[in-house]
């Protein structure tokens, strides 16, 4: 099997909240001072809504890459570079670790070269306004979360959740905009889609979660083979990744009547512990870097 195409029908995975969010974003943008998008660590560049850089125009923006905890280091660095080479600042956290001190400092740092503006133009300073963007499921309100300190913006597993915008007050000096997750209508090269169905960016009941959980068990023989090993306890990968799937299927108890292998629930166990980080720290490989 190939890795090339998702059969994702846009009016499928582009619905109509992804047209509020965008909409949403367009009427604050002109509120807030600075921009942090949020990426996904473990696909920094497939993640990176191309929309986002015709709407944000000339707003200061901080990129994030969010969910470090599960992707390797060493290649976060590059893209760190990358990024800085294009005029961005870019940091890479972990939402889910406590408020994220990097980014905070380089949030303050962008905030205050905005307050000695207004004060020298005789405004009189006011908290610093932050918008908080991203694809679904990149883990905008989990990040608002961790720096509020409370569950103040609403979350959940289903891409596109947070369907309104919502303010949150940290402190005197900083307010956080949490947005909709958006996609973009199209995706020009099929592997972004590939690996934002891998990431979980795209619901699941749009595509064939069988074959993504297959072209995945052959991403990860390629990047790292042993890990799949031990997590499945499988006595070999030299097969194709739809028998892969069946052997995993049979470890883990996946079975209908007769003992046949229900590969959809054995796909969707793959898929589900990949994104939570038990298969190993990843980032998926990408054109560019």
Request: hydrophobic share 40%; with cysteine.
């Given at each position: 099997?190939?890795?090339?195409?998702?059969?994702?029908?846009?009016?499928?995975?582009?619905?109509?909240?992804?047209?509020?969010?965008?909409?949403?974003?367009?009427?604050?943008?002109?509120?807030?001072?600075?921009?942090?998008?949020?990426l996904d660590a473990?696909?920094?560049?497939?993640?990176?809504?191309?929309?986002?850089?015709e709407?944000?125009?000339?707003?200061?923006?901080?990129?994030?890459?969010?969910?470090?905890?599960?992707?390797?280091?060493?290649?976060?660095?590059?893209?760190?570079?990358?990024?800085r080479?294009?005029?961005?600042?870019?940091?890479?956290?972990?939402?889910?670790?406590?408020?994220?001190?990097?980014?905070?400092?380089?949030?303050?740092?962008?905030?205050?070269?905005?307050?000695?503006?207004?004060?020298?133009?005789?405004?009189?300073?006011?908290?610093?306004?932050?918008?908080?963007?991203?694809?679904?499921?990149?883990?905008?309100?989990?990040?608002?979360?961790?720096?509020?300190?409370?569950?103040?913006?609403?979350?959940?597993?289903?891409?596109?959740?947070?369907?309104?915008?919502?303010?949150?007050?940290?402190?005197?000096?900083?307010?956080?905009?949490?947005?909709?997750?958006?996609?973009?209508?199209?995706?020009?090269?099929?592997?972004?889609?590939?690996?934002?169905?891998?990431?979980?960016?795209?619901?699941?009941?749009?595509?064939?979660?069988?074959?993504?959980?297959?072209?995945?068990?052959?991403?990860?023989?390629?990047?790292?083979?042993?890990?799949?090993?031990?997590?499945?306890?499988?006595?070999?990968?030299?097969?194709?990744?739809?028998?892969?799937?069946?052997?995993?299927?049979?470890?883990?108890?996946?079975?209908?009547?007769?003992?046949?292998?229900?590969?959809?629930?054995?796909?969707?166990?793959?898929?589900?512990?990949?994104?939570?980080?038990?298969?190993?720290?990843?980032?998926?490989p990408?054109?560019?870097?």
């Amino acid at each position: 099997m190939t890795e090339d195409i998702l059969d994702l029908p846009a009016l499928q995975w582009y619905p109509g909240h992804m047209k509020r969010a965008k909409d949403i974003i367009l009427e604050n943008l002109k509120l807030v001072d600075v921009v942090v998008e949020l990426l996904d660590a473990r696909a920094p560049l497939s993640s990176k809504n191309p929309m986002l850089d015709e709407i944000l125009e000339n707003k200061t923006r901080i990129i994030a890459m969010n969910k470090a905890d599960l992707a390797d280091k060493n290649i976060l660095k590059k893209y760190t570079a990358y990024f800085r080479e294009k005029g961005i600042k870019a940091v890479y956290i972990s939402s889910t670790g406590g408020a994220p001190k990097n980014l905070l400092r380089a949030v303050e740092t962008a905030a205050e070269e905005k307050t000695q503006k207004w004060v020298k133009n005789g405004a009189k300073p006011r908290a610093a306004r932050v918008m908080i963007l991203g694809i679904p499921n990149v883990g905008k309100s989990t990040l608002i979360n961790s720096i509020a300190g409370k569950n103040k913006a609403k979350a959940a597993d289903t891409p596109g959740v947070t369907r309104n915008k919502q303010w949150v007050k940290i402190g005197k000096n900083l307010e956080l905009l949490d947005t909709p997750g958006i996609l973009w209508p199209k995706f020009d090269d099929p592997k972004i889609g590939l690996n934002l169905a891998f990431l979980g960016a795209i619901n699941d009941e749009v595509y064939d979660n069988e074959k993504v959980a297959v072209l995945l068990i052959e991403k990860i023989k390629n990047i790292a083979n042993e890990n799949l090993i031990a997590r499945y306890k499988l006595q070999t990968t030299e097969k194709s990744g739809e028998e892969i799937l069946e052997d995993i299927g049979k470890k883990r108890g996946c079975l209908v009547k007769g003992g046949a292998v229900d590969t959809l629930k054995a796909a969707k166990i793959v898929l589900t512990e990949f994104r939570s980080g038990k298969l190993g720290e990843y980032v998926l490989p990408e054109d560019g870097i």
